[in-house]
């Protein structure tokens, strides 16, 4: 946080005049990092009047960030389909027939050739999924740790998804140079069980601690579009918000409805609602890099600008996400360029551990 907020607090709150008005003071407070929103203030936050809720955000958003950087994550799907979590969203389940097979994990090589083509491009961080429900620990798992090492090694910021993750499970990425776990909430604890069977929520928060203990940083976010109130979206984001540190990434995902999944037949999200997850987002969480993330290849320009403008500091970048389209990269810088964007280098002042083929 700039240190000129904490001098006007400390003027505000301490000193022997109160120089500004009651309704501004209220503001500069509701710029403080909190972890205790309400799920009413949450909600009218929310469902606040469209422009003052991205002028609001907006505000925070250049206070807390600058205006100009935008983080560029590459996605690859390290092993594709077969996983035996029943999640209602997801190509990849068993449970569902989609047409995405059961794919090996992906060989150490090309996953370091891919990495390094999305460098190239431009990408500063490299995600890599896997379609498991939980990491076991074995051969499979050492060869990700090494390719966490590998991709490392390129200067890029390294993030997995992997499912849960025990304890040392999280250490051993940690020692692997790991910058940041993703595993999201997806939706509120309430709307959860509509969602998903076969785990529950606070198997969710406790892969959650794992990461956070190991001081790995945080990725954790949701989707939109799947059936949730408003009410489902303003307690995922209160719970976001409840995690102290705040999650470093918020990922804020519009459903993919893919044919053969049981959501196969939602309608396309209000991309307007995407704007508002994304401006509640920055208001209640200002420090984290809020990434407008699947669901970003239906958007028109205008409704990615208006994201933007709401505080999105964060894109998957790319032209797929795990077994989906994206968007186009030439696009994409194309719109960046546009809106006086640049991509945001990668953070890695950490030394990066030494690698080897597996
Ligand atoms: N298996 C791991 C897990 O679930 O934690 C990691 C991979 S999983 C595909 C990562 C995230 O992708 C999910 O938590 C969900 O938020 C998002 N996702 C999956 N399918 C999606 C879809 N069809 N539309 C939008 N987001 C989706
Ligand atoms: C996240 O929040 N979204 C990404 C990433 N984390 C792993 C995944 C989106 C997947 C969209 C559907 C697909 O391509 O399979
Ligand atoms: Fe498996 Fe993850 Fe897909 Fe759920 S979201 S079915 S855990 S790959």
């Known amino acids: 946080m700039p240190p000129y907020r904490d001098a006007l607090r400390h003027l505000l709150f301490h000193g022997h005049h109160n120089l500004l008005s009651p309704e501004s003071t209220l503001q500069v407070m509701s710029d403080a990092i909190r972890h ?127 499912g849960m993750l025990s304890q040392d499970q999280a250490r051993r990425l940690a020692e692997a140079g790991l910058t940041a776990y993703n595993h999201n909430l997806d939706t509120s604890p309430e709307y959860y069980n509509k969602i998903i069977s076969t785990r529950d929520f606070e198997d969710r928060m406790e892969t959650l601690r794992h990461v956070r203990e190991a001081g790995i940083s945080l990725c954790v976010g949701g989707i939109i579009g799947m059936g949730e109130s408003d009410r489902d979206r303003a307690r995922m984001l209160e719970i976001l918000a409840g995690l102290d540190p705040h999650p ?78 994206n968007t186009e990269c030439e696009e994409d810088r194309r719109l960046l360029r546009e809106l006086g964007l640049s991509p945001l280098p990668p953070d890695v002042d950490k030394p990066t551990p030494a690698t080897s083929a597996a």
């Open 248 to 325: 470093e990434s918020v990922p804020i995902n519009a459903l993919v409805a893919v044919v053969g999944t049981p959501l196969e037949n939602r309608p396309p999200v209000d991309p307007l609602d995407l704007v508002r997850m994304c401006a509640t987002a920055r208001i209640l969480m200002p420090e984290s890099r809020v990434r407008l993330s699947a669901g970003r290849h239906q958007l028109s320009r205008e409704a990615q600008v208006l994201c933007f403008l709401a505080g999105a500091n964060s894109i998957f970048y790319g032209e797929k996400l795990l077994t989906t389209a």
């Open 36 to 162: 205790d929103w309400s799920t009413e203030e949450t909600l009218a936050i929310l469902q606040s009047p469209l422009l003052d809720l991205v002028q609001r955000a907006r505000t925070i958003h250049s206070d807390h960030h600058g205006n100009d950087s935008v983080q560029l994550a590459s996605l690859l799907s390290l092993k594709t389909g077969g996983c035996s979590e029943d999640c209602n969203y997801c190509p990849q389940s068993v449970h569902h027939s989609t047409n995405v097979g059961n794919g090996d994990l992906m060989a150490y090589d090309q996953v370091l050739d891919t990495a390094r083509k999305a460098r190239e491009l431009g990408a500063s961080r490299f995600c890599m999924g896997a379609a498991w429900r939980q990491v076991h620990d074995g051969e499979e798992f050492d060869r990700v740790l090494n390719m966490v090492r590998g991709v490392g090694a390129l200067g890029m910021e390294t993030c997995v998804t992997l």
